[in-house]
């Protein structure tokens, strides 16, 4: 018994680890991607970057379309670049800058289903094809690697603290 908690365990850490510097986003949280969600509030206080992922879970009367700032702006989903309608979209976040997405059903843009995610540069840790345009990119690619290292610690602390708890339950 214990020795399968343990594996179950390690599979958990296995698991949790990776998923430390790529993040998958539920784009409007429970609400999902819906008619009625203010997509301003929440982008707010989140951080994107590349290689992390965008997931849009939505009804049959919606979809995602790609467009570039003009079409955000205007509500314009004529000349979007993509375009989807599965319920479950997931976008990847390839390229620093932001992108753009609408729901091209008649209204639903206009009444606030339109999302801008502005997306930053992947963690040092991971190998990021793009150039920073800071001015210090030195400096600050410092203080990304000390925050991206401060979460993996942590998540092995919390792990190993769950781990030692666990042990000590089945005792
Ligand atoms: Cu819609």
């Given at each position: 018994?214990?020795?399968?908690?343990?594996?179950?365990?390690?599979?958990v850490?296995l698991?949790?680890?990776p998923t430390?510097?790529?993040?998958?986003?539920?784009?409007g949280?429970?609400?999902?991607?819906?008619?009625?969600?203010?997509?301003?509030t929440w982008?707010?206080?989140?951080?994107f970057?590349?290689g992390d992922?965008?997931?849009?879970?939505?009804?049959?009367?919606?979809?995602?379309?790609?467009?570039?700032k003009a079409?955000?702006?205007?509500?314009?989903?004529?000349?979007?670049?993509?375009?989807?309608?599965?319920r479950?979209?997931?976008?990847?976040?390839?390229?620093?800058?932001t992108?753009h997405?609408?729901?091209?059903?008649?209204?639903?843009?206009?009444?606030g289903?339109?999302?801008?995610?502005?997306?930053?540069a992947?963690s040092?840790i991971?190998?990021?094809?793009?150039?920073?345009?800071?001015?210090?990119?030195?400096?600050?690619?410092?203080?990304?690697?000390?925050?991206?290292a401060?979460?993996g610690?942590?998540?092995?602390?919390?792990?190993?603290?769950?781990?030692?708890?666990?042990?000590?339950?089945?005792?």
């Amino acid at each position: 018994m214990r020795s399968t908690v343990a594996v179950a365990l390690l599979l958990v850490v296995l698991a949790v680890v990776p998923t430390v510097l790529a993040v998958t986003f539920q784009v409007g949280d429970t609400g999902g991607w819906n008619f009625g969600v203010n997509y301003t509030t929440w982008v707010g206080g989140k951080t994107f970057r590349v290689g992390d992922t965008l997931e849009f879970n939505y009804g049959p009367s919606h979809a995602v379309f790609v467009v570039d700032k003009a079409g955000f702006d205007g509500c314009d989903g004529s000349r979007a670049t993509q375009r989807f309608s599965n319920r479950d979209t997931k976008i990847d976040l390839t390229r620093v800058g932001t992108i753009h997405f609408l729901c091209p059903t008649p209204g639903h843009c206009l009444g606030g289903m339109k999302l801008a995610v502005p997306v930053l540069a992947s963690s040092p840790i991971t190998p990021s094809p793009s150039p920073s345009p800071s001015p210090s990119p030195s400096s600050g690619n410092v203080e990304n690697a000390k925050n991206v290292a401060s979460k993996g610690i942590m998540s092995y602390g919390k792990i190993g603290v769950a781990m030692v708890l666990m042990y000590g339950v089945m005792r």
